[in-house]
Nanobody, 113 residues
Framework: VQLVQSGGGLVQPGGSLTLSCEGS????????LSWYRQAPGKEREWVGLIYSTGDEINYSDSVRGRFTISRDNAKNMLYLQMNNVNADDTAMYYCKIPTLGYWGQGTQVTVGS
């Protein structure tokens, strides 16, 4: 099982960024997938969950209305679209298969000018 992340980097406040997570080694379409993040000096925080078919998505209060989670089961891809970012969104972001416990390697998002 592998989750390989891409995207991330430096983004200006108010800007947008998309993170990707490609799954392999498991039946991608059978599993719900989550995004987490961890800011420096803070505990890892749940960002959101998308169910296996993509028809139900839950978000944390801190990102609801700004972030969008989506998936393409045909491509084994999970996405996190981040809009209107602010300094509090600076963190290492991780994708995860919650029921199997596998994590992506993480990708850094830094909000600044």
């Amino acid at each position: 099982v592998q989750l390989v992340q891409s995207g991330g980097g430096l983004v200006q406040p108010g800007g947008s960024l998309t993170l990707s997570c490609e799954g392999s080694g498991f039946t991608f379409e059978d599993f719900g997938l989550s995004w987490y993040r961890q800011a420096p000096g803070k505990e890892r925080e749940w960002v959101g969950l998308i169910y296996s078919t993509g028809d139900e998505i839950n978000y944390s209060d801190s990102v609801r209305g700004r972030f969008t989670i989506s998936r393409d089961n045909a491509k084994n891809m999970l996405y996190l679209q981040m809009n209107n970012v602010n300094a509090d969104d600076t963190a290492m972001y991780y994708c995860k298969i919650p029921t199997l416990g596998y994590w992506g390697q993480g990708t850094q998002v830094t909000v600044g000018s």
